[in-house]
C-alpha cells in the first residue's frame, strides 16, 4: 500500500500543470533545469511580462493577434512561439555562462559519449565533494562496486548483476577494462584530475566494445581552466595535484600532474555471522593494512580539429590479505596504466589510434598488456561506419607469452520522424581460428513533449574470454565460449517544476556468462566456467529537485533481480541470485548553498549479498550504510581566480562493511582541502 501510495503522489507530483492559471508559464535552464528569473516576455503588441524569482510568468489570456510572442533573456538563446506550440514549462538555452549573473549548478561539457541515449552526467561539484573515485562511483544509481580491502584496494564495477568483465569503463572516451582479467581497476584514476563522469547503465556491444555488455561509464578528465590544490587528512592521508591551461593562437594546451597519498592501520571486529564459522561472531582481527602512493601525469592538445592526450598512472600499495586465514599478511603490489590517444578529423572522417598498456606485479607475479587500437570513421548523410584494427600483447609469469590482433567493423543508422528518432547498429568482430561475433541493437526514442521523453532499447551484447580465462596457468580453459546477452530497457524521464524524475525498467538474458569458482573439494583453487544462462531484470528511480531556496535534492533507488539457472547448480541453489549482486540499493543527497558556503549530505545503501552458495543457509554479506559530508567555503574570488577550502569527510559513523568477503573497508576516511582554481 505505501508502494501504492508513492506512485500515486509521483504521478500526481509529475502530471499536474503549474499551480497557477493555465496563463502560467515556468521558464528553467535547459542544462541544470533551475528557474529562471527575469525573463521577459514581448508579445506582437509589444506588451512586455517578466518572470519571477521562482521562474514564473503570470500573463493575462492572449488571443492570437498576441502571437508570436518572443521570450528573452540575457546571455541566453531567444525563442519565438506561436499559440499552437506554447507549452507550459520553456527551457532557455544558455549562451555563456557569467557565475555572477546566470546560476546554474552543472557546468556545460561536450559529451565523450556519442549515443542517442543520454548519459547520467556527474559535474565538477560532487566530485570535488568526495574524497576518492571509489566513494564518488559507488553513488551512481545502482552501481555495485567490489573493492579488495578500501580505499588503497582493488576496485571493480559492476551493473545488472553483469559483474566488472561486462562493464566498460573508459578514461576520456578510451577503454581501461584489462584485457587479461576483463575488469577496470577504478582506483587507478586520481579524482583530482576529472571534471565529468558519463554513466549509462546500458548494454551497447555494437557501439561500445566488447566489455559493454550491461553499461559503460566514461571519466573525463579536465581540458579547461587551471587550478593547484592541496590535501591532508587522517591515515596519513595527502595529495598535491596541478592543472594548467594555456592557449597559443589555435592550439591550447593541457597539463597536469600529482601525487597523492594513504595509510591506515586498523582493526576489524567480526560482527556477522556468515563468516567460515559461528565462532568468529565478535572475533578482533588486528594489524591490517590499506596503503597506497600514487603519482599521475596528464597531458592535452588541441589544435581544431587535431587532438591528443596522454595520462600515466603509477600505484604502490600495501594490502592486507584474506582475513580469515590468519595470520593475515600484508602484500606489497605496485601497478601502473598508460593511456595514449592521437585523433584527426577533417570533413566527414575521423581517424583514432589509442595505445593502452596495464601492468602489475603482485605475488611474485608480473603481467604487462600493451593494446594498440586505429580506427577509421566515416558519416554520409545519416549512416555511420567504423573499422577498427585491435592488437593485443601479453607478458606475465602465469600466462603463456602470446598476442593477438582482430578486427571489427560497425555501421550505425540515425534518423528522425516527427517525434520519433530512430537508431540502429551492427558490428562484426573476426580472429583468426575464430567464429565471426555478431552484436546490434535498435533503439527508439521519443520525444512526446518537453515534460516527457521516452525510449525503448533492444541490444544484443557480448564479451570474449579473456587472457586469464583462457590461459591462465594451470587452471585456464581454453574451450570457453563466448558469452552473449539480450538486453532490454525502458527509459521515460518527467520534468516538472518540481524537478526531473527517471524511470528505467529493464530485462537481461545472459548465456554461457563466464564465472570463477572453486575446484571441487578445494577453495584455494579456483578455475573458470561458462553459466549456461542467468537473467536480470529490475528497475531504477532517480529523482532530481530543483533548487528551492539554494537547495537541490536527489534520490535514487535500484531494485535487482537476478538468477542463475547454470545446469552444474543442484536443484537446491536453482534460480538464486548471481553472487555479489544486491536485490535493493540506493542513495539520497541533499546539497544547499548559503552565501559563500556549500553544504552536501549524502547516504549510500546497499543490499545484502550472496558470496557463496550454500545448504540450508546461503552464505551472505549484510547490507550497509554510508554517509559522506562536505563542506565548501568561497575565501576569495578575483576576476580570474577563486581561492576554496574543502572539509570531507567520508564514511562519517565509521561504519565497517565488506564489499568483497574477507577483504573489510577501513572505515572513516576526513580531510581538509585548499584549492586555488581559474574562474570559466
Do not use: C
Not at 591506515?264 to 563468516?275: A, I, R
Not at 545519416?382 to 593485443?392: C, E, K, P, Q, Y
Not at 583453487?525 to 537547495?551: C, D, F, M, R, V
Not at 543527497?589 to 552458495?613: C, E, H, M, P, W
Amino acid at each position: 500500500m505505501g508502494f501504492l501510495f508513492i506512485l500515486l503522489f509521483l504521478s500526481k507530483l509529475f502530471t499536474q500543470e503549474p499551480i497557477h492559471s493555465s496563463d502560467t508559464l515556468f521558464i528553467v535552464n535547459s542544462i541544470s533545469k533551475n528557474p529562471l528569473s527575469d525573463v521577459i516576455i514581448i508579445t506582437a503588441l509589444e506588451e512586455k511580462f517578466s518572470s519571477d524569482l521562482n521562474g514564473y510568468i503570470i500573463i493575462p489570456e492572449l488571443n492570437s493577434p498576441h502571437y508570436p510572442i518572443l521570450i528573452i533573456k540575457d546571455n541566453y538563446h531567444s525563442i519565438s512561439f506561436t499559440k499552437s506550440n506554447l507549452n507550459n514549462i520553456i527551457e532557455l538555452k544558455p549562451i555563456i555562462f557569467l557565475a555572477d549573473e546566470v546560476r546554474i549548478t552543472e557546468e556545460a561539457f561536450q559529451p565523450e559519449l556519442t549515443l542517442p541515449i543520454k548519459a547520467y552526467h556527474v559535474n565538477s561539484t560532487q566530485i570535488e565533494a568526495t574524497t576518492s573515485t571509489q566513494s564518488l562511483i559507488e553513488s551512481l544509481p545502482g552501481i555495485t562496486l567490489k573493492s579488495y580491502g578500501g580505499r588503497a584496494g582493488v576496485s571493480t564495477v559492476s551493473v545488472h548483476g553483469g559483474q566488472s568483465q561486462r562493464f566498460s569503463v573508459m578514461f576520456d572516451g578510451v577503454p581501461i577494462n584489462n584485457e587479461q582479467n576483463g575488469g577496470a581497476d577504478i582506483s587507478q584514476i586520481p579524482t583530482f584530475l576529472l571534471s565529468n563522469l558519463e554513466y549509462l547503465p546500458q548494454g551497447h556491444s555494437s557501439r561500445l566494445g566488447t566489455s559493454a555488455m550491461t553499461g559503460v561509464l566514461n571519466l573525463s578528465p579536465s581540458k579547461d581552466g587551471s587550478k593547484v590544490s592541496l590535501s591532508m587528512g587522517n591515515s596519513n592521508d595527502w595529495s598535491v595535484g596541478g592543472l594548467f591551461t594555456k592557449s597559443f593562437q589555435k592550439t591550447k594546451f593541457t597539463f597536469g600532474f600529482g601525487r597523492s597519498n594513504y595509510d591506515v592501520k586498523y582493526s576489524y571486529k567480526e560482527l556477522g555471522d556468515y563468516s567460515k564459522a559461528y565462532s568468529d561472531l565478535g572475533k578482533v582481527y588486528t594489524g591490517l593494512s590499506n596503503s597506497i602512493q600514487q603519482d599521475y601525469v596528464y597531458s592535452y592538445a588541441q589544435s581544431n580539429d587535431v587532438k591528443f592526450s596522454y595520462f600515466e598512472v603509477n600505484n604502490k600499495r600495501q594490502l592486507s590479505t584474506f582475513v580469515y586465514n590468519p595470520p593475515v599478511d600484508t602484500q606489497k603490489m605496485w601497478d601502473g596504466l598508460q593511456v595514449l590517444t592521437a585523433s584527426a578529423k577533417w570533413s566527414n572522417s575521423q581517424f583514432l589510434h589509442s595505445r593502452k598498456k596495464t601492468s602489475i606485479e603482485y605475488l611474485n607475479d608480473k603481467h604487462a598488456l600493451i593494446t594498440n587500437n586505429l580506427s577509421y570513421t566515416n558519416i554520409l548523410g545519416d549512416f555511420t561506419s567504423t573499422f577498427r584494427a585491435i592488437n593485443v600483447f601479453s607478458e606475465s609469469s602465469r600466462l603463456l607469452d602470446m598476442s593477438t590482433t582482430y578486427y571489427a567493423g560497425s555501421l550505425n543508422y540515425d534518423n528522425t520522424w516527427n517525434y520519433i528518432n530512430l537508431s540502429t547498429s551492427i558490428k562484426i568482430e573476426t580472429e583468426e581460428n575464430l567464429t565471426p561475433v555478431f552484436s546490434y541493437d535498435l533503439i527508439i526514442n521519443n520525444n512526446i513533449s518537453q515534460k516527457l521523453n521516452s525510449s525503448f532499447t533492444f541490444s544484443h551484447n557480448y564479451k570474449k574470454p579473456n587472457f586469464n580465462d583462457l590461459f591462465w596457468e594451470p587452471f585456464g580453459d581454453p574451450n570457453l565460449e563466448t558469452e552473449y546477452s539480450g538486453n532490454f530497457y525502458l527509459k521515460n524521464k518527467l520534468l516538472s517544476k518540481y524537478g526531473e524524475l527517471n524511470f528505467d525498467a529493464y530485462y537481461i538474458v545472459f548465456d554461457n556468462l563466464i564465472s570463477w569458482r572453486p575446484m571441487v573439494g578445494s577453495n584455494a583453487y579456483w578455475i573458470p566456467e561458462n553459466i549456461s544462462s542467468a537473467n536480470s531484470y529490475g528497475l531504477g528511480l532517480i529523482y532530481k529537485s530543483n533548487t528551492y531556496i539554494n537547495t537541490t535534492l536527489l534520490t535514487s533507488y535500484s531494485l535487482s533481480i537476478t538468477k542463475n539457472y547454470n545446469r552444474s547448480l543442484s536443484h537446491h541453489h536453482q534460480g538464486k541470485s548471481l553472487l555479489y549482486s544486491p536485490i535493493h540499493s540506493g542513495s539520497i543527497a541533499i546539497q544547499s548553498q548559503i552565501n559563500k558556503s556549500t553544504f552536501r549530505l549524502s547516504t549510500i545503501f546497499v543490499g545484502d549479498r550472496i558470496y557463496r552458495y550454500n545448504w540450508p543457509r546461503d552464505n551472505m554479506l549484510p547490507n550497509y550504510f554510508t554517509t559522506n559530508l562536505s563542506y565548501k567555503y568561497k575565501i576569495s574570488k578575483t576576476q580570474k581566480f577563486e581561492t576554496y577550502i574543502h572539509l570531507k569527510s567520508d564514511n562519517i559513523f565509521d561504519t565497517q562493511y565488506q564489499s568483497v568477503y574477507g577483504f573489510p573497508v577501513p572505515g572513516n576516511s576526513h580531510s581538509i582541502t585548499m584549492t586555488i582554481k581559474e574562474r570559466k
